[in-house]
């Protein structure tokens, strides 16, 4: 469109040696280049997508290692489960198409998986700071951040000896500059809070060790730039309070729950939590000129469709579409997909409401593939970016 008619009203002015017409021009073209500053700034053509975090964006790490997401995950996109907590996609696999990237597969998957344009380190249940319980106990990930970064050096270092091999492995993993040039994105720091009130902490003592989690974070971040990342994309966290896993286990008083039924003190932790993460990647950004940060505000826009759902065309903001029993359809002991024995007979009673398009939430923790588009429709463009960039601008550090 710019350059159209910018190009329009040039070759009109080519047989007129007007003055007038010559200064009319140069202050169009003044307009254009002042109030499309994109124009300069061309798209970063990232090679390859390397993510870290926890279910909010695992494609199978956990289900790699410790067994498969059962059915009915996967049946509004995949068909079938896809190693994903949701129905469908997931906001990382939004991202992926939306550069013209494949799917990422998860690194902990040894079956099948093609590392040529990157790799996911996120697991289901992951945190930033190292838990002092197994999975077993306490559900939480052993695979914190710390671990995923391990993780990342050495598929660098070993990618490279086996890329140098060619033949087939010049088909699966990534030449040595897209680390570089790579989109490194991280959406982690929901299980470190929920962590805290699952060990039955005060809102204030979560609250209190948020500094810790976040100087572990700022570990990992110059970790990754130490092995060459350059361009990070840093989602905050979402409104746990929100989330029937968390309102189920943990009952508040009437007073602490707001008008879209969210408890409020989890809230404010998420949002203390992301103030303080804001910060942190305002210092990265001093620490690390030669890097790029994109602070992505999801909390603001998972708030703004739980709290007005039928502006945005869903339903039952609270309640998950699967699960099994009780005001929110989430019960801990049987999950989406879960059965129980009935005179020796498996029956599934984790099932699916049969309408996901209509939801946001999927299983009481994470959200449906209709809710991750939504989110991502409204992140990609820069509208809750901080700088204003765009997913595919995210090499730029600002646009001009
Ligand atoms: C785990 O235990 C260590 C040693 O007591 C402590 O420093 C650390 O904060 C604990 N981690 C968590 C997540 O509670
Ligand atoms: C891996 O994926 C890339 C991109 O989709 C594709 O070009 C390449 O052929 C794949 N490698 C193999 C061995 O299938
Ligand atoms: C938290 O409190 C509940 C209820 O009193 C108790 O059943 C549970 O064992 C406690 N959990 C921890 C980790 O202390
Ligand atoms: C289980 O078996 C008993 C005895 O055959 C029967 O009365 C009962 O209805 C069965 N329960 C279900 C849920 O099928
Ligand atoms: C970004 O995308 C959203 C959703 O499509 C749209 O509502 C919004 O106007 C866009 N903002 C800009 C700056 O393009």
């Given at each position: 469109m710019v350059s159209l008619s910018l190009s329009l009203s040039l070759s009109r002015c080519c047989c007129c040696s007007n003055k007038f017409t010559t200064v009319l021009v140069a202050s169009v073209l003044l307009v254009v280049l002042v109030s499309f500053p994109e124009v300069s700034a061309s798209p970063c053509d990232f090679p390859a997508i390397f993510n870290f975090g926890d279910?909010?964006?695992?494609?199978g790490g956990l289900s790699a290692a410790f067994g498969p997401a059962p059915?009915?995950?996967?049946?509004?996109?995949?068909?079938?489960?896809?190693?994903?907590?949701?129905d469908g996609r997931l906001i990382i696999d939004f991202i992926a198409q939306s550069l013209g990237l494949p799917y990422l597969n998860a690194?902990?998957?040894?079956?099948?998986?093609?590392?040529s344009h990157g790799a996911n380190f996120a697991t289901a249940g992951s945190t930033i700071r190292r838990q002092n319980t197994t999975l077993f106990q306490s559900g939480y990930s052993p695979f914190s951040l710390d671990v995923q970064s391990w993780q990342f050096s050495q598929f660098k270092a070993r990618s490279q000896l086996a890329y140098a091999k060619g033949g087939v492995f010049k088909d699966l993993l990534p030449p040595e500059d897209y680390f570089s040039r790579a989109l490194y994105t991280f959406d982690i720091g929901q299980n470190d809070l929920t962590s805290g009130y699952f060990q039955n902490m005060t809102t204030e003592e979560v609250k209190a060790y948020i500094p810790d989690v976040l100087n572990k974070f700022t570990i990992v971040i110059k970790s990754v730039y130490g092995e060459g990342g350059r361009f990070f994309w840093i989602h905050n966290t979402g409104p746990f309070g929100c989330l029937p896993y968390v309102l189920d286990r943990i009952p508040l008083m009437a007073p602490q729950v707001d008008r879209a039924g969210c408890g409020v003190p989890f809230n404010e932790v998420a949002q203390l939590f992301n103030l303080k993460l804001k910060e942190t990647i305002a210092h990265l950004r001093k620490d690390l000129p030669l890097a790029t940060f994109t602070y992505v505000d999801v909390y603001s826009v998972k708030y703004s469709i739980i709290s007005e759902p039928r502006k945005h065309?869903?339903?039952?903001?609270?309640?998950?579409?699967c699960g099994h029993g009780g005001k929110y359809n989430y019960n801990v002991r049987v999950g989406c997909g879960g059965k129980i024995k009935v005179n020796g007979t498996e029956v599934l009673?984790?099932?699916?409401?049969?309408?996901?398009?209509?939801?946001?939430?999927?299983?009481?923790?994470h959200y449906t593939e209709a809710g991750n588009r939504y989110v991502f429709d409204q992140i990609s463009n820069g509208t809750y970016s901080d700088p204003p960039i765009s997913v595919r601008m995210a090499c730029h550090k600002q646009l001009q």
């Amino acid at each position: 469109m710019v350059s159209l008619s910018l190009s329009l009203s040039l070759s009109r002015c080519c047989c007129c040696s007007n003055k007038f017409t010559t200064v009319l021009v140069a202050s169009v073209l003044l307009v254009v280049l002042v109030s499309f500053p994109e124009v300069s700034a061309s798209p970063c053509d990232f090679p390859a997508i390397f993510n870290f975090g926890d279910s909010n964006s695992d494609t199978g790490g956990l289900s790699a290692a410790f067994g498969p997401a059962p059915p009915p995950n996967g049946e509004t996109f995949f068909g079938a489960p896809a190693g994903r907590y949701s129905d469908g996609r997931l906001i990382i696999d939004f991202i992926a198409q939306s550069l013209g990237l494949p799917y990422l597969n998860a690194y902990l998957d040894s079956v099948g998986t093609n590392f040529s344009h990157g790799a996911n380190f996120a697991t289901a249940g992951s945190t930033i700071r190292r838990q002092n319980t197994t999975l077993f106990q306490s559900g939480y990930s052993p695979f914190s951040l710390d671990v995923q970064s391990w993780q990342f050096s050495q598929f660098k270092a070993r990618s490279q000896l086996a890329y140098a091999k060619g033949g087939v492995f010049k088909d699966l993993l990534p030449p040595e500059d897209y680390f570089s040039r790579a989109l490194y994105t991280f959406d982690i720091g929901q299980n470190d809070l929920t962590s805290g009130y699952f060990q039955n902490m005060t809102t204030e003592e979560v609250k209190a060790y948020i500094p810790d989690v976040l100087n572990k974070f700022t570990i990992v971040i110059k970790s990754v730039y130490g092995e060459g990342g350059r361009f990070f994309w840093i989602h905050n966290t979402g409104p746990f309070g929100c989330l029937p896993y968390v309102l189920d286990r943990i009952p508040l008083m009437a007073p602490q729950v707001d008008r879209a039924g969210c408890g409020v003190p989890f809230n404010e932790v998420a949002q203390l939590f992301n103030l303080k993460l804001k910060e942190t990647i305002a210092h990265l950004r001093k620490d690390l000129p030669l890097a790029t940060f994109t602070y992505v505000d999801v909390y603001s826009v998972k708030y703004s469709i739980i709290s007005e759902p039928r502006k945005h065309g869903f339903e039952h903001p609270l309640v998950a579409c699967c699960g099994h029993g009780g005001k929110y359809n989430y019960n801990v002991r049987v999950g989406c997909g879960g059965k129980i024995k009935v005179n020796g007979t498996e029956v599934l009673i984790g099932k699916s409401c049969g309408e996901p398009l209509k939801r946001i939430n999927w299983d009481g923790v994470h959200y449906t593939e209709a809710g991750n588009r939504y989110v991502f429709d409204q992140i990609s463009n820069g509208t809750y970016s901080d700088p204003p960039i765009s997913v595919r601008m995210a090499c730029h550090k600002q646009l001009q």
